[in-house]
């Protein structure tokens, strides 16, 4: 921590405000959030702890991050896509991003949180919302989407389960796939005794600990580009790894294109 930054939280500490402060932060929180909700996409933002379950806490800067992403995720993808599935949506911070940048696109969107699925029906009418099941398939035909996204779900799937979903999006596509992975600068998260099984192998699932309203899988995953290559090669063609290229600069951006 900056010394700046610790003498702050020293000061908050020892003059007793930091409930003051903190209720601060969450109303500049809140009144941003709702601002940004009704101008850019006319609703209101979902519940703070919809946006805890994806994001690990409560940012004035969800909408934006989710505008940020968008443009990242369209920015790595030739042409103009028609048929889109944003894979693992939460409460439809990219989903509605993008259907903004894509106005004349079927945009359709799921997730295995069905009280996130519940919420997006209710107040988001850009897309067709769907709730998965954990496991394949999905409700889709074959070859219906002309490009997939996936942000931060194959970060947190054990290897089977991510093979089996590779799989399954390799089916109902029909054309591109943007899925992101962790940036190397994660790999720190690993404890130091398995960093070398992990570099070798090129996989590694840590048990973190659960998180509120998401099953006991959802855990931290990581993989090499190598691993990327020779595994999910066997779903896709990988056109390419972006390193740092997904939520300002936060995850790796692999592309792919069915075969």
Known sequence: ????????????????????????????????????????????????????????????????????????????????????????????????????????????????????????????????????????PTRYSSGSFDLIYAVSVFTHLPEKMQHDWLAELARISCGRLVLSIHSRHHYQHIPPADVDKFLERGFYYLECGTTDGLPDFYQSTFQTHDYIRSEWGKHFEIEDIKERALGWKNHDAVICRVR
């Open 1 to 136: 921590m900056p010394i700046a930054s610790r003498a702050f939280a020293s000061f908050k500490y020892r003059t007793g405000t930091e409930p003051l402060f903190e209720r601060a932060r969450d109303s500049y929180t809140k009144y941003r959030q709702l601002f940004e909700a009704r101008q850019l996409y006319g609703l209101t933002p979902p519940p703070r702890h919809l946006q805890e379950r994806i994001l690990n806490g409560y940012f004035p800067q969800y909408f934006s991050s989710g505008r940020q992403i968008a443009k990242e995720i369209l920015s790595l993808v030739p042409g103009t896509p028609r048929r889109v599935l944003d894979f693992g949506c939460g409460s439809g911070r990219v989903t509605i991003a993008v259907s903004k940048s894509l106005p004349n696109a079927s945009i359709c969107a799921t997730d295995i949180d069905a009280e996130a699925i519940d919420w997006c029906r209710e107040h988001i009418t850009c897309a067709e919302f769907d709730a998965n099941s954990h496991y394949p």
